[in-house]
């Protein structure tokens, strides 16, 4: 089996910045999972990062570790096509890019923002919590 593709919501990145010991961390230095998170995720890094006086070298290290893609549809096409798979449509622009990486795992820690058995159903997608994939990845014997 070959890399394990995982889209990452932007709390699981923030919690990797500020924990070395937790799943989140775990997950973003194994080299045998490919990370990607789009353009409205990073935003959403860089404004916690600012927030939670995140070192700044930390952050950029951890990030050359994640591929970022952009998501150049506008955010109310956006919101338009995914609002059915989230409580809160501000989250719309997760599903877009977890759809446009085409990766089959999104990662967060907010599991109760998103209509998760939808997503799979609709989209193929499995939404995890960080510590329940790395479960996933020991039974494929991946970490």
Do not use: C, W
Not at 18 to 41: D, F, P, Y
Not at 112 to 128: C, P, Q, T
């Amino acid at each position: 089996m070959g890399e394990i593709q995982v889209f990452l919501d932007a709390d699981v990145v923030i919690s990797a910045m500020l924990s070395e010991t937790g799943a989140s961390h775990a997950i973003i230095n194994n080299r045998k999972v490919k990370k990607i998170i789009s353009n409205g995720i990073l935003k959403e890094v860089e404004a916690s990062v600012t927030k939670l006086n995140i070192s700044p070298q930390v952050a950029r290290d951890l990030l050359k570790k994640i591929r970022i893609i952009q998501l150049k549809t506008s955010k109310e096409i956006i919101i338009k096509k995914f609002r059915r798979y989230v409580y809160d449509e501000e989250d719309a622009h997760v599903i877009a890019g977890a759809v446009i990486s085409k990766f089959r795992f999104l990662l967060t820690y907010n599991l109760r923002h998103y209509e998760i058995n939808k997503i799979n159903s609709d989209l193929g997608i499995v939404v995890f919590k960080p510590g329940y994939f790395l479960q996933y990845l020991r039974s494929l014997d991946k970490f």
